[in-house]
């Protein structure tokens, strides 16, 4: 019996943190451990480039960063495939189909995108290739025929505009060749999209104010040690708010069952007074190391052998490929397009 297809994957623009860690990164490693789906995971460097065309060094080095990062989380090569995007060409193909069924305005109306070209401070010079990613986008879910995709829950426009392409592709050219996939979504709404440590917007790697899997556990404490907290509990007695502090938001992204009761009698001791924000923070911190320490350690131990690591990608993208082509030919033929 055929398996149901996952495609999931991050654009490599610096190593992966925290927030990619509990927004996809880990759901993805409970999936593939559930050995019901067949996996594809990939690094979107042509994605990547839309807005980081002419500095390709950021992106060129994170394929090995993010490639360790995805390791030392647990995602196993021989359980998934593991690919990077601009080694299938038949993915840029794709997307130059899909472009013809898709508006401008509709890009333009894309939450996910009108927010990150307002972060990135694009202003009117807005590259054509970071406008239409989401069609990039489509056509690598549809390359793999991808019944499910794990994202934050951010990404759910995105979702979204991959449903309504493969919808028009298969009215248009009267076929079924295209998957209509769904997202999966964090089953923890507080990890869905993580704050930074500063309370503002996500984490992002471009605001700097995020915990990265690679950071060793000296800044670790320094940045939980840091983080926002309530700027009116000034004195240990005062009462102080758990809404919008990021101590007591990590705590319920972090904390597991057992840690509940303990969250709950904090929670509530700090709203009526009487509990620093340095005792919290520690508390906080110990929850994450437990997280975080044998993620850096693998991760630590994968970096020994880089080559290994690169013959990984390599042998993941060669197996994509032929996938994506196999698509690429429904597709061409579906739009009466394989002449010969």
Excluded at 59 to 67: L, R, Y
Excluded at 160 to 170: A, K
Excluded at 208 to 224: E, F, S, W
């Amino acid at each position: 019996m055929t398996k149901p297809i996952i495609l999931t994957g991050d654009r490599p623009t610096g190593k992966l943190h925290i927030g990619h860690y509990v927004g996809s990164l880990k759901n993805r490693v409970l999936l593939q451990n559930q050995d019901k789906y067949d996996m594809f995971v990939f690094l979107a460097d042509q994605q990547a480039l839309t807005d980081y065309a002419k500095t390709p060094d950021k992106v060129i080095e994170s394929i090995g960063n993010v490639a360790l990062d995805y390791l030392a989380a647990g995602l196993d090569p021989d359980k998934v495939t593991i690919f990077i995007q601009s080694q299938i060409p038949e993915l840029a193909e794709l997307t130059m189909y899909y472009m013809n069924l898709v508006s401008l305005a509709r890009l333009e109306r894309n939450p996910t995108v009108k927010t990150e070209i307002a972060q990135k401070g694009f202003g009117e010079s807005i590259p054509t290739g970071f406008l239409v990613y989401p069609i990039s986008q489509a056509a690598d879910i549809t390359a793999f025929k991808a019944n499910f995709v794990p994202v934050g829950t951010d990404q759910k426009p995105m979702i979204e505009q991959t449903r309504e392409i493969v919808r028009s592709f298969n009215h248009t050219y009267q076929t079924d060749v295209l998957v209509e996939p769904e997202g999966i979504f964090p089953e923890n709404e507080a990890a869905g999209r993580l704050p930074g440590l500063d309370g503002n917007a996500k984490m992002s790697k471009s605001l700097n104010n995020g915990i990265y899997l690679a950071d060793d556990a000296d800044t670790v404490r320094k940045k939980v040690m840091s983080m926002y907290t309530d700027p009116d509990h000034i004195r240990v007695e005062d009462p102080g708010k758990i809404e919008g502090n990021m101590v007591f938001h990590y705590l319920d992204v972090f904390g597991r069952a057992e840690d509940q009761d303990e969250i709950a009698a904090m929670k509530e001791h700090y709203q009526r007074g009487g509990l620093g924000d340095v005792k919290t923070k520690r508390y906080l911190l110990e929850i994450m190391e437990r997280e975080l320490a044998p993620i850096r350690e693998r991760r630590l131990e994968f970096a020994k052998d880089m080559g290994e690591v690169y013959r990984m990608l390599e042998k993941g993208s060669q197996k994509a490929r032929e996938t994506a082509s196999q698509t690429l030919s429904d597709v061409k033929a579906a739009m009466g397009i394989n002449y010969f």
